[in-house]
């Protein structure tokens, strides 16, 4: 892993040029292919206050392509924590890219049905142990939002007008809309299909009071769903590769730079804006794919 590879990529493209804006996109998906940026930032916190606390064991939630399980899995094996995923859904007879390497780091995968999944205090209060720390789905909660808020340390503050970033639980935009600028504009781009709590889950994970940046959420560009990736997802995302060398995911990163090339050429960013994509990973989550969809 090696954030000292992140780096800023800028876009150029007619449709950025026809209404005088600038993109550049922060390349948190350098770090390491495995462990997508935005989930190191988010759990580097809860892996050293579980070490402060002397847990043995850090235990959380997904499904079986969750970026979450795969980082959380890898950075415990670094740390030298045992891991332990819950997994939603019956056990497959073959286990997906994900759960094999986070198993291959060593973490102990638990699978429970749907039904079970949505009961998650009841599971916690099953595997109750002392030595356990457990982290929400998703990395959800202050402690996340704490490291998110250090991704725009990696850029020239003062840059950009707006930071635009995909939204799964919110964690990553509460960290930046404490750490952005009150004059700047944060635009989060929902991946689940009307999640209309988002910006309240969001505000919840806010402590400071102090002036924010404004945050306007964005409910059209889930494709269908959460893990539903159209065709027309998958085109873009190969015609992105091929025009700019940039890889998305599905699941966030191709729905946001989408999103990002709709709403300016619907004429959304004020012309002379700077905007800020940030890449926030995720692209392992494409080997759910048959292996000739993409062209990367
Ligand atoms: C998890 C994830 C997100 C969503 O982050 P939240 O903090 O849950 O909103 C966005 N992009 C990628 C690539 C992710 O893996």
């Known amino acids: 892993m090696d954030i000292a590879s992140i ?42 206050e579980a070490i402060a606390m002397q847990k043995n064991t850090i235990a959380t939630f997904g499904g079986a392509w969750s970026n979450h399980i795969i980082a959380t899995a890898y950075l415990c094996k ?36 749907r039904l079970e999944y949505q009961k998650k205090n009841e599971i916690v209060r099953q595997f109750a142990s002392n030595d356990w720390y457990w982290i929400n789905e998703g990395g959800y909660g202050q402690v996340g939002a704490k490291g998110a808020a250090e991704i725009l340390q990696l850029v020239d503050p003062d840059s950009y007008s707006h930071i635009i970033a995909a939204a799964g639980t919110g964690t990553m935009l509460a960290g930046l809309l404490s750490s952005a600028h009150p004059r700047q504009k944060v635009v989060g781009i929902s991946s689940m299909k009307g999640n209309h709590q988002l910006y309240d889950q969001i505000m919840h994970l806010i402590v400071e009071n102090k002036p924010m940046p404004s945050l306007q959420i964005m409910h059209d560009y889930h494709f269908g769903g959460y893990a539903k990736h159209p065709q027309q997802l998958i085109d873009f995302i190969n015609d992105t590769y091929l025009r700019h060398q940039l890889p998305l995911d599905i699941v966030y990163t191709g729905k946001t730079f989408f999103a990002i090339h709709d709403l300016a050429e619907k004429g959304f960013f004020e012309p002379q804006s700077h905007l800020l994509m940030i890449h926030s990973g995720g692209l392992q989550g494409n080997s759910s794919l048959p292996p000739e969809a993409l062209v990367f």
């Open 7 to 48: 780096r800023v990529q800028t876009i150029h493209a007619d449709w950025l040029s026809a209404k005088i804006l600038s993109l550049d996109i922060l390349r948190l998906d350098k770090i390491d292919t495995v462990v997508s940026g935005n989930k190191w930032f988010k759990l580097k916190h809860y892996l050293q």
């Open 78 to 113: 670094e740390a030298g924590l045992k891991s332990v995923g819950v997994i939603r859904g019956e056990q497959p007879t073959v286990l997906s890219y994900t759960l094999a390497a986070a198993e291959e780091y060593g973490m102990d995968l638990h699978f429970v049905t």
